[in-house]
Each structure stands twice: as C-alpha cells, then as structure tokens.
C-alpha cells in the first residue's frame, strides 16, 4: 500500500492538543505507511512532540496556525472566519490533494459546515450523514445517520442505505452486508410513509444490495442486520440511548459491588471477567464516525476522547482512504441510478 | 380506600391464560381491597384458579367468553369481531364502570383500536400515548409516546407532556416533576420545526409544569428529568435500543464469565452483586404501559410476561385508578386551555 497522509486537526477536542499527539504516535506505530500532517499552534505543539523522542521521525510536519474553531462557535460563524483555523486548514488539505482524510474532534456542526463548503457532495448525493460502528451481540454494526439530518426523505434514506452499504464492505470486511431501516415493527405497514417509500424503493432495485426490510431498536444490539439506516433524529437518539443505558448498567453494577465488603472481594475476584466484558463497550474503540456522502474522507472524533480513541480515529479515516471509499460509494451510486432508471421506464413511477 | 375493580383480559398474552390467573392472585395479596373480573374461557380458567384454594376467596369472579383476539390480528379485524372477546370485554367492563381499569397482555395495536372505540378520548386530548416509567441513575422516569403514534405535531406533544406530567406525580409521587421533550442537542435552535414549536408553547403557558427544554438520548438513562416526551416513532426506537443494549452488555457479561473454569469460580462469588444489579433492569419489574388519554385506564402488559410481571401491570392500573389519574389530566388540560388562551389574547398568536 501507498504512503498515506492523514490531516490531523491538532486544537479540537477537551484534550486537545496533547491527546491528538500522543494519539497521532500511537496511531504512527500502527500503521507503518501513514504520514501525518499536524495542524495547529506550533508552540504548543513542538514540546508534546518531542515527548515521542524519535518515533514516527520524519512522518510527520506541524502546520502552524493560531486559529481554532471554539467549541461552542456556530457553523455559520465557522464558514465565515473558520477557514484559516486548524479544523479549516484539516479540511482544506484533503481538498488540495496533499491528504486522504482529516480527522477532528472539534464542535460537529462547524466540522460538518466547513466540511461541505470546502469539499462538496459526491456526485448523486444530496445530504450527507454521520456513520459509525457500534457493537453487537454478532460482532459489529454500521449505523447511519447519527444526527447530519433531523428531517429526511425516502430518497435520502436510499442514498443513505447505499452509502452505509459500501461503508460496511469497507471497515467491516463483509462481501455483501444485509441492510435494514430502522422502524417501529418489522411488518411492511408500519412506521410513517417516509420509512416505507424508501422500503419499497429500496425492495424494487436491481441493485445487488442484500435489503431486509425493518429492523426495531432492539436490533442495534442483537446485530440482525449489518448496516442500520435512519433519519438523523432517530439516529441520533438511538445511539446516545445506547451510550446512557451502557452508564446506566455500569452505575448500577458499580453499585453493586461496593455495597458491603463482601462485595468488594468479590469484584476483585470478578474484576477480570467484567473487564473483559466492558472492553467490548469501551467508545473509545469505536470512536471515530465518518461524514458519508462528500467528496472526501472527514472523520470525526468523539470530542472527549483520549489518545487512545484518536488513534482509533486515525484508523478509521486510513482504513476508509485505504480502500477508497469514496469510489465504491459513487460506483455504486451509478448502478443505482441505472436500476432506478429501468424501474421507473417498467412501472412508469418517478426514478 | 374503597374497593377498586380491575378488570383482566385472561387470553392475552404467550403464557396465558395461566400468568393471568397467577398474577392475578399474586397482585391480590399486596392490594388487599383490589377486586378483579377475570375475561375468558371458563373451562380454562377454572382448574388454573382451584389452584390457589382459598386464595383471595370472593375477590374475583369468571366471566365466560369463548372469543379472544390473535396476537397477529389487525386492528380493523378487532374492531369488527373483537367486542365479544376477553380483551373487547374487559374494556366494556371499564366503559360500563363495573371495573375502574382494564388490563391485557394482547396484541397491541387491537387493544389500542378497541380501547380507543369503546372509551373515546379525554376532553381537549387529540390522541393517545403509551406511556411507562423506565430506570435511570436517579430512579424512575416516565417516557411516552412509546409507539401509538409514529407522527405528531407540536399541540400532540404539547397534551403528551401534560399528560405524562400527571403520571409521574401520580406513578411516582413528585410533586412537582421536571419534563422535557427528546432531542438531539439541548440547545433551543437544535431539532425539527415540529419539536422546536412544542418547546416554545410549553415555554409560554402559564401552566405550573416545570419544563426543563430539551434532553439528549443518554439523558433517559441519567435520570435527567422525570417526564421525557416525544413522538411515538422515536420513543419506540428509544425504548426497544434501551432493552437491545441491556440484553447485549448482559449477553457480554455471560460470555466473559463462562471463558474458563476460573472466570466460573468468580461468577459465583460475584452472584450476589451482580443479580441485585440485574434486577434493577428486570423488565417485569416495569411491567405495565398505560394508554394515556383515553376515557378510562387501559394498561398493556408486554405479551411474554410471566406472573410476576403481569401482577406488576395489575399494580399499575389500581395505583393508576386509586389516584384518579383521568381528573387530574383533565383538570390539568383546563388549566393549559385557560393559560393557552390568555397567551393568545396577549400575543396574537393562536391557542
């Protein structure tokens, strides 16, 4: 594989601009081919480097400016003054070609505004979404949109399906993914109209695309299906819901175990087990959702996360470059095109 | 407290009629007033009851019918040829005040349908909600509509937070409970139009409901608020993601303590803690969703409950009924009318 450079957003993020360095070097010692560029203060960031001695030595450069996005700044206020920042400046190297992706943990909405300024939608996408990989009790599941697009239509929840589809084969190795939309009962009448016009459309293409109809909340978890599709509401509900009843579950175990000192032995005793299990739900491990749908990899980080989740970040934009998302997602979207094209000449319904 | 008749829908449900008949008599030993008719096929129901002797002797009586409504039965079907049934008599038994509520582990959407027809809505309600009360860090939280109604506008979700207001502090005993609506950021622009508007009226009323705004998915689990509104599509999604998530931190737990003989061993020892935290989330323990809105208490028992689930069901329609939940949603909706109309008469904006 080809040398690949990944633009890092060093100022984003509550840790920020430590734990993006020492996530970059974890990341360094990973992916042996990948080189960095590291936008932000540069004397603030020369002496967290030099913490590395000669790791990564000459795979990285520190791009200085002394602009950052805020956490709370608004998108608007981000397109109008936020080019020049390091979040701008991420972005803008993927456009000029001198990186594959960047990668942020800054504020989510100047991210995704600045995003799609500088980079524009691939050719037959209308909106993009947030996508990520949760776990499941199968293995992992891909999940879209976690919050791009409060409202969405059928032919948005298609596009989407389509994307989700290729991320799937992409980080998650899986030849042909079965795809679901997210719904109130698995039956073909349920849920509004939006969910079902985009069921139908999605049941009448001759898109090689493994379709299985509606899966329910709980389907997240179990992992009935590997692609998850949703309107950004919905998602974006559904995965905090996830992230509250995991605390939930561990506030109460904790609880637990400190209720006596009987309890306390016993989870020194268990420790190990519940260790084990609670690494599966570590977000840390998931961390890191692209922004489908633009002509670009964008991937951003968990805002709280530590180097360890940033490096996890970094992997998912190489991944993702590695095996050039981006044109599976726009081939795939021309056999769309064309199979919605001979339906609607069959049927005589919209294409 | 006087006698409180419940009426039973004993043929609704994957273990019934048997976990009606035993929940009936194990909810019968802590309500010791509660009195209960018991809908279904008496040559079933008879040696299922001669096996509780003398139990709760004179506190219940059979009522024959040989009609139930199938779990796959639809709406309109119920309608048609369900009045005669268990579930469409237990409701009758409501309407014709010989119960003050009504229970049933059957289909959803017939109960809903029947339900509906028979008691009509409260003065001022445009539609029902289903309502439950769900764990969290700091107790319980009420959540409604958890499926009735896939789409609402802004005035539905308005009558849902009155509605669910009046439950907590009848469920839960607050005086004075804090509510919000389900969103995907707290800040006011976050959202759709629809729960952007809902937000506003329940900003402006004069009513004495302490609204918080919004909260985010994980705010069900932190126990943020104690009344979290919103339409039925997303409720649903939130709530079955809630069970998906704790079956899959569960199905995790099993897995790492049966890796090995000694992971085993430490199961054992942590048993104890790890139980008492389990059952904090036994979803028995939350049995029993009512139909907020309608003329009368209707509560929906999940279909495979067992006897210790379905007695908690009972519980909720006597509790529900002993504290007159219907006057105190109505006597709420014509405080929100009178505020809702003054409000109007000073802005210009519409009631």
Same mark, same amino acid.
């Given at each position: 594989?080809?040398?690949?450079?990944?633009?890092? =957003? $060093?100022? &984003?993020? =509550?840790? $920020?601009?430590?734990?993006?360095?020492? &996530?970059?070097?974890?990341?360094?010692?990973?992916?042996?081919?990948?080189?960095?560029?590291?936008?932000?203060?540069?004397?603030? !960031?020369?002496?967290?480097?030099?913490?590395?001695?000669?790791?990564?030595?000459?795979?990285?450069?520190?791009?200085?400016?002394?602009?950052?996005?805020?956490?709370?700044?608004?998108?608007?206020?981000?397109?109008? *003054?936020?080019?020049?920042?390091?979040?701008?400046?991420?972005?803008?190297?993927? *456009?000029?070609?001198?990186?594959?992706?960047?990668?942020?943990?800054?504020? /989510?909405?100047?991210?995704? $505004? !600045?995003?799609?300024?500088?980079?524009?939608?691939?050719?037959?996408?209308?909106? @993009?979404?947030?996508?990520?990989? !949760? @776990?499941?009790?199968?293995?992992?599941?891909?999940?879209?949109?976690? &919050?791009?697009?409060?409202?969405? =239509?059928?032919?948005?929840?298609?596009?989407?399906?389509?994307?989700?589809?290729?991320?799937?084969?992409?980080?998650?190795? #899986?030849?042909?993914?079965?795809?679901?939309?997210?719904?109130?009962?698995?039956? %073909?009448?349920?849920?509004?109209?939006?969910?079902?016009?985009?069921?139908?459309?999605?049941?009448? +293409?001759?898109?090689?695309?493994?379709? *299985?109809?509606?899966? %329910?909340?709980?389907? #997240?978890?179990?992992?009935?299906?590997?692609?998850?599709? +949703?309107?950004?509401?919905?998602?974006?509900?559904? !995965?905090? /819901?996830?992230?509250?009843?995991? *605390?939930?579950?561990?506030?109460?175990?904790?609880?637990?175990?400190?209720?006596?000192?009987?309890?306390?032995?016993?989870?020194?005793?268990?420790?190990?087990?519940? +260790?084990?299990?609670?690494?599966?739900?570590?977000?840390?491990?998931?961390?890191?959702?692209?922004?489908?749908?633009?002509?670009?990899?964008?991937?951003?980080?968990?805002?709280?996360? =530590?180097?360890? &989740?940033?490096?996890?970040? #970094?992997?998912?934009?190489?991944?993702?470059?590695?095996?050039?998302?981006?044109?599976?997602? /726009?081939?795939?979207?021309?056999?769309?095109?064309?199979?919605?094209?001979?339906?609607?000449?069959?049927?005589?319904? @919209?294409?």
């Amino acid at each position: 594989m080809a040398s690949l450079t990944i633009a890092l =957003d $060093a100022m &984003g993020g =509550d840790d $920020a601009p430590r734990m993006v360095v020492d &996530g970059m070097f974890q990341a360094a010692e990973s992916l042996a081919e990948a080189r960095f560029l590291l936008f932000g203060d540069r004397a603030k !960031l020369e002496p967290l480097v030099a913490r590395h001695g000669e790791a990564a030595k000459g795979r990285y450069e520190i791009r200085h400016t002394d602009q950052r996005v805020a956490g709370d700044e608004k998108p608007s206020q981000a397109l109008r *003054k936020g080019r020049g920042s390091s979040m701008g400046l991420a972005i803008e190297a993927v *456009k000029q070609g001198e990186a594959v992706g960047a990668v942020s943990a800054g504020n /989510t909405g100047a991210l995704m $505004a !600045l995003a799609k300024f500088a980079l524009r939608m691939l050719p037959g996408i209308d909106r @993009p979404a947030i996508c990520t990989v !949760l @776990p499941t009790m199968r293995g992992q599941s891909v999940v879209l949109d976690l &919050g791009a697009n409060v409202e969405c =239509d059928a032919e948005t929840l298609v596009q989407f399906a389509i994307m989700g589809e290729a991320y799937a084969r992409t980080m998650l190795g #899986i030849a042909t993914p079965m795809v679901a939309l997210l719904n109130v009962g698995s039956e %073909e009448v349920k849920g509004h109209d939006i969910v079902r016009e985009a069921a139908q459309r999605l049941r009448d +293409t001759d898109l090689p695309i493994d379709f *299985k109809g509606f899966v %329910e909340g709980d389907g #997240i978890g179990k992992g009935d299906v590997d692609v998850i599709v +949703t309107d950004g509401f919905t998602g974006n509900v559904a !995965l905090k /819901t996830v992230e509250g009843t995991a *605390k939930l579950i561990g506030h109460h175990l904790r609880n637990s175990f400190e209720k006596s000192i009987w309890s306390k032995l016993a989870y020194l005793v268990a420790r190990p087990a519940i +260790t084990s299990a609670r690494d599966h739900f570590d977000p840390r491990r998931y961390n890191g959702a692209m922004f489908v749908g633009l002509n670009g990899i964008v991937i951003k980080s968990h805002g709280g996360t =530590d180097a360890f &989740g940033f490096a996890n970040a #970094i992997r998912v934009a190489h991944q993702l470059s590695a095996e050039r998302i981006d044109d599976r997602i /726009t081939e795939d979207l021309r056999h769309f095109s064309a199979a919605a094209t001979a339906v609607a000449a069959t049927t005589g319904a @919209p294409g």
